[in-house]
C-alpha cells in the first residue's frame, strides 16, 4: 500500500491538474492488476461498506491516544474528518513491518467484520501502532469512508489512458455501467480494442452540457443551434440490444425494475439500438411535478397504486446507437432524423416519445421561449450545436444548458455544521428558517454560495453566536439572513414546513435585513401552490 | 483563603498592583514590561517599557526609535515597587522573554509567547519553577504536535528543486517577524543560495542579522530588475502579500504556506496553497502539557488559544487550573 498511499499524498498535496494526472498515470503504470483495480475503484470515490463504525473507532481512538472520549471528541470537532483525526492523534512505527499490497489490505479490511470483538479491535489498534503516517492516514481513510481525494473521472480515466497508451473515450466507455475491482476486469479495461464486444449491457459514457454563463446571442447565428425544453427528471439511456433492455442513470446506476412500463414499451425498438433522454413523471403529454417522481425512484417494483399515481414516460433527446451501431460521431441533426426513424416503431408513444424541439429562426423568439420555461414545467432550455458529436464527460462549448432565474427568499440561519473536506473545520453547512407567526420552521438546508472570506467571517460569527451545541451541530442566535436560490418548490408531508425545494443555495448575505423581514412560511406555501 | 493575585487582568492589560507595572498592555501605561516584538504584545503608547538587550532592536522597530526602552540581560533582576522582575529566554523569537516576578515569597511567571523546540534564531526556553503560570495556548489541542524543524526543512528544500526543475517561482508565505527569519537560518544550515524578500521583510531580516543570527544570502524583490525572471527562485512573503498586485511578477508559482495550523487537512486546503509546511513558533500540545507539569505551579492561568480543552485536561490529570481572557491575538490565532 506505500505506492497508493504515496499517490494519495502526492493528490492531497496538489493543486495542479496537470501534476495529478502524471501522478496516477505514474502509479497505474507500474501497479499489480490486483492493486491498480482496487485504487481506481477508491479514486473513482467508491468505498467499502460496514467494514467499522465511527462510534467504535472513536472509542478505540480514546484507547489507542491515551485521551478521554470528550477530548477526542473536542478534537474530532476541530478537525472535522475522523480519519485525519485518527492520523493525528496516534503514532505509528512502521519499522520492520513488511509492506501490504492494496489488495491485501481491503481483504484484511473486509474480513474484519466477520471477527470476534476483541480480535477486530486489537487488529485496528496494532494497525495504527505499526503504519507511519502517510499509509495510516489512507488506512484510516478506507475504514471510515470515501478517500474524498477531489479528482474528477475524467482525470482518473486520463491517467489511465496515458499509462497504457490508449485512447481516453475507450477507457471511459469501458469504465460505463458496472465495473468489478478485480484483475480480470482491469485486464480488460487496459486492454486492446478485441475485447470489447461482450458488453451487451453496458451504455455508453453520458455527454454532460455546461451552463451557459455568457447572453445566448454570443453563441452566434441561431439557426447554428438546436432548441430544446430542459426537463426536470432522471438523465438515463435506454439500451434495447439482442431481446433484452436495460436502463441506466448517469451515476451509471441500473434501474431496471423500477420503470416497468418504459422496458415493456422499449421492447418495441428496433434492436441494437441505444437512446438518451429524461425519466419524467409524465400525463397528458406534461410533465408531472418531480416530487411525484421521486416517488418512483426509491420504488424497486412499483405496485399498480403508483403506476396510476405517477406514470413515467421517457422522452428521447438523442441516439447514441443505430442499428448495432455506434452512432456517436455523427452531427446531432443527423442523429436525431435517426431518432426519428427508430421510434416509428415505437408501440406506445406515450411511453417513449422525442423531445419536441423549438424552432426559431433568432434568438428572440428563443429568449420569449424560455420565459415559458415555467409553465411548461422545464427548467429551461438546452442549446446544443446542430454538428456536434456525442462526446464524453463535460465539455465546453456545444451543448449548453439555459436555465431559467431560479426562486429566491429570504431564510434566517438557525442551525451550523462543520463541513468536509477542504472545509473540514470551518461550520459551512447551514440550515435556514422562515417565519411561521413568531416560530422560525427550518425550510432548506445550504453548502454553496459563500466565497472563502465570507464563509471564514461566518464562522468566526458562528462561534461567537452559538446558543447550544448538539453533537456536531450548532444552534446559533437566529439573527443572520441570507438570500437563497431554488429550483422548485412542491408541498411536501415529510418536512415539517410543508413545503420541499430543490437544490437550494445561498445567493448573498443580507447583512442589510434584520432577522424580522425574513420570509413568511405563507409565501413559500403560496409559491408551491402555484407551481403545482 | 486564596492568595492575593499577584497579577491580575485589567482593561488596559495584565497588572502587578504589588510592582506598579503592566505586561504587553494593550493600551498606554506608565510602565509596561513586553515580552516579545509582535504588535499584539508590543503596542506604542506606553511612557515606559522594560524588554531584552537581545529583542532591543526589534521593541525599536516596533514602538520607534525614540521610544524610553530600559534593556534587561536575560536572568537579570530589576525591582519594580515590591518586586523583583527578571526575564527568561522564551524561544519564540529573537529577544522573546517570559516574565518572572517575585513578591513576597511567591513566585509567577507570565510565559508570552513561547515554544521549546530549537531554534538557531533565538534562545531555548529556559524552565522556570513558579507557583502560578499564566501560558499561551494558542495550540491547545493534541492533534497539534510538530515535525522536528530539520524534517520540514528538508520538505521546504524538496519543493524548492522541484520548483527549480519545473522552471517556476516557489513563494512561500510566513509571518513577517520570527517565521521568516527561522526559516531563512534553518535553510542556511543545508542549502547555500540566495533567497528574495517581500519588502515588509527586508528591515526585520537586517535586524536578526544585527544580532547576529546566520541565515540565507538576501536579497529584496523590489531592487531585482524590472520583469526579472524567478523562476526557480524561493520567494518569503507575508500573508498579506497574497492575492496583491505584488504576485503578479511570479509567474506560474508554486505557492506555500508555513503555519502549525498546516497541521489540519482543512486548513491547509482552504487556502488554496499548493503546499503546507507545519513550522510553529509556539508550543505544542506535548510541550504546553509538560510545561505545566514540569514548572511545578499550583495554578494555570491559560490565555489566548483552545484554553477550553487545555484548561479542563489540566484539571483532570489533578492541575488546578483557569482560562484568563485576554485579547491576544497572536501573529497565529486565526486558521483563516
Redesign the interface.
Known amino acids: 500500500m506505500k505506492a497508493f498511499a504515496a499517490l494519495y499524498a502526492e493528490l492531497d498535496a496538489s493543486t495542479a491538474t496537470r501534476d495529478k494526472v502524471a501522478a496516477m498515470a505514474a502509479y497505474f503504470a507500474h501497479a499489480a492488476a490486483a492493486d491498480a483495480a482496487w485504487a481506481l475503484w477508491f479514486l473513482a470515490g467508491e468505498r467499502l461498506k460496514r467494514i467499522a463504525g465511527s462510534a467504535l473507532l472513536r472509542e478505540l481512538l480514546g484507547r489507542a491516544s491515551g485521551y478521554p472520549a470528550w477530548l477526542v471528541e473536542e478534537s474530532y470537532a476541530h478537525v472535522g474528518d475522523l480519519a485525519e483525526t485518527i492520523t493525528l492523534l496516534t503514532h505509528g512505527d512502521p519499522q520492520g513491518v513488511p509492506e501490504r499490497p492494496l489488495h491485501a489490505w481491503v481483504a484484511a479490511l473486509r474480513e474484519l467484520p466477520t471477527l470476534a470483538p476483541e480480535v477486530r479491535d486489537q487488529r485496528i489498534l496494532d494497525w495504527w501502532k505499526t503504519l507511519g503516517d502517510e499509509q495510516r492516514h489512507v488506512l484510516n481513510k478506507l475504514l471510515t469512508g470515501s478517500l474524498r481525494v477531489g479528482v474528477a473521472q475524467r482525470l482518473v480515466v486520463l491517467a489511465i489512458a496515458q499509462a497504457f497508451d490508449l485512447p481516453a473515450d475507450r477507457i471511459a466507455q469501458r469504465l460505463a455501467g458496472s465495473w468489478e475491482p478485480t484483475p480480470d476486469s482491469w485486464a480488460r479495461l487496459t486492454a486492446d480494442a478485441a475485447t470489447d464486444d461482450d458488453r451487451s449491457d453496458q451504455p455508453y459514457p453520458f455527454f454532460l452540457a455546461s451552463a451557459l454563463e455568457q447572453p445566448a446571442p454570443a453563441l452566434g447565428t441561431c439557426t447554428a443551434w438546436l432548441a430544446e425544453w430542459k426537463w426536470d427528471g432522471i438523465r438515463a439511456q435506454l439500451i434495447r440490444r439482442g431481446d433484452a433492455v436495460a436502463v441506466w442513470s448517469r451515476g451509471e446506476e441500473r434501474l431496471d425494475g423500477r420503470f416497468p412500463e418504459i422496458e415493456r414499451a422499449a421492447l418495441a425498438l428496433p434492436g441494437g439500438c441505444v437512446l438518451d433522454g429524461e425519466i419524467l413523471a409524465w400525463r397528458d403529454g406534461r410533465p408531472l411535478p418531480f416530487n411525484l417522481l421521486q416517488k418512483r425512484i426509491g420504488r424497486l417494483r412499483p405496485g399498480a397504486r403508483s403506476l396510476t399515481e405517477a406514470p413515467v414516460a421517457f422522452v428521447a433527446y438523442d441516439l447514441l446507437e443505430f442499428d448495432g451501431i455506434d452512432r456517436r460521431a455523427l452531427p446531432l441533426d443527423e442523429r436525431k432524423r435517426l431518432l426519428g426513424i427508430a421510434l416509428q416503431d415505437a408501440a406506445n408513444p406515450n411511453v417513449i416519445l422525442a423531445s419536441p424541439t423549438i424552432d426559431a429562426d433568432d434568438w428572440q423568439t428563443l429568449i420569449a421561449a424560455r420565459e415559458q420555461a415555467r409553465m411548461q414545467g422545464v427548467e429551461g432550455l438546452m442549446l446544443k450545436r446542430r454538428d456536434s458529436a456525442y462526446q464524453t464527460g463535460r465539455r465546453r462549448g456545444d451543448w449548453y444548458k439555459w436555465k431559467v432565474s431560479p426562486f429566491t427568499l429570504d431564510a434566517v440561519l438557525i442551525y451550523a455544521q462543520a463541513g468536509h473536506g477542504r472545509r473540514s473545520n470551518l461550520y459551512t453547512d447551514y440550515t435556514f428558517a422562515v417565519w411561521d407567526g413568531a416560530t422560525l420552521v427550518p425550510v432548506a438546508k445550504a453548502y454553496s454560495g459563500l466565497d472563502d472570506a465570507e464563509i471564514a467571517r461566518l464562522d468566526r460569527w458562528i462561534r461567537a453566536h452559538t446558543r447550544e451545541r448538539f453533537g456536531p451541530v450548532r444552534s446559533v442566535e437566529p439573527l443572520q439572513v441570507f438570500e437563497l436560490a431554488f429550483e422548485g418548490i412542491a408541498r411536501s408531508t415529510r418536512h415539517k414546513s410543508g413545503v420541499a425545494v430543490r437544490f437550494p443555495r445561498i445567493l448573498r448575505w443580507r447583512e442589510d435585513k434584520p432577522a424580522a423581514e425574513a420570509d413568511r412560511l405563507q409565501t413559500l406555501q403560496s409559491m408551491a401552490s402555484a407551481s403545482a | 483563603m486564596p492568595e492575593p493575585a499577584l497579577i491580575e487582568l485589567r482593561p488596559e492589560g495584565l497588572y502587578c498592583a504589588a510592582g506598579d507595572f503592566h505586561i504587553d498592555p494593550w493600551r498606554p501605561v506608565p510602565r509596561a514590561v513586553i515580552t516579545h516584538g509582535h504588535s499584539d504584545h508590543a503596542r506604542s503608547g506606553s511612557a515606559h517599557y522594560f524588554g531584552t538587550r537581545s529583542g532591543l532592536g526589534l521593541l525599536h522597530a516596533r514602538l520607534g526609535a525614540n521610544a524610553s526602552i530600559d534593556a534587561l540581560d536575560y536572568g537579570a533582576q530589576i525591582a519594580l515597587g515590591a518586586t523583583r522582575v527578571s526575564l527568561h529566554p522564551a524561544g519564540h523569537i529573537l529577544g522573546s522573554a517570559q516574565v518572572r516576578v517575585e513578591h513576597a515569597g511567591q513566585v509567577w511567571v507570565v510565559t508570552g509567547d513561547y515554544k521549546r523546540d530549537p531554534d538557531p534564531t533565538c534562545a531555548p526556553f529556559e524552565l522556570l519553577p513558579c507557583d502560578t503560570l499564566i501560558t499561551e495556548a494558542t495550540f491547545a489541542?493534541?492533534?497539534y504536535?510538530w515535525p522536528g524543524a530539520e524534517q520540514v526543512t528538508r520538505e521546504v528544500i524538496a519543493w524548492w528543486d522541484l520548483c527549480a526543475a519545473r522552471r517556476v517561482p516557489a513563494v512561500l508565505f510566513c509571518y513577517a517577524l520570527g517565521k521568516a527569519q527561522r526559516l531563512l537560518a534553518e535553510l542556511a544550515l543545508r542549502v547555500d543560495r540566495p533567497a528574495y524578500l517581500h519588502g515588509a521583510m527586508v528591515e526585520l531580516v537586517q535586524r536578526y542579522r544585527d544580532a547576529g543570527v546566520a541565515m540565507l544570502h538576501t536579497e529584496a524583490v523590489s531592487e531585482s530588475a524590472k520583469g526579472r525572471d524567478f523562476a526557480g527562485a524561493l520567494i518569503l512573503a507575508p500573508p498579506s502579500a497574497e492575492g496583491t498586485p505584488w504576485m503578479r511578477r511570479f509567474r506560474d508559482a508554486s505557492t506555500a504556506f508555513a503555519s502549525g495550523w498546516m497541521?489540519?487537512?482543512?486548513?491547509r486546503?482552504?487556502r488554496?496553497?499548493?503546499?503546507g509546511f507545519v513550522l510553529s513558533d509556539h508550543a505544542d500540545w506535548p510541550a504546553l502539557v509538560a510545561t505545566a507539569r514540569e514548572c511545578g505551579a499550583r495554578r494555570i492561568l491559560a490565555t489566548h488559544g483552545?484554553t477550553d480543552?487545555y484548561v479542563?485536561?489540566l484539571r483532570?490529570q489533578g492541575i488546578d487550573a483557569a482560562p484568563l481572557r485576554t485579547p491576544f491575538g497572536s501573529e497565529e490565532s486565526a486558521?483563516?
Open positions: 489541542l493534541p492533534v504536535t497541521r489540519v487537512r482543512g486548513n486546503r482552504r488554496g496553497h499548493d503546499r483552545n480543552a479542563a485536561w483532570e486558521p483563516a
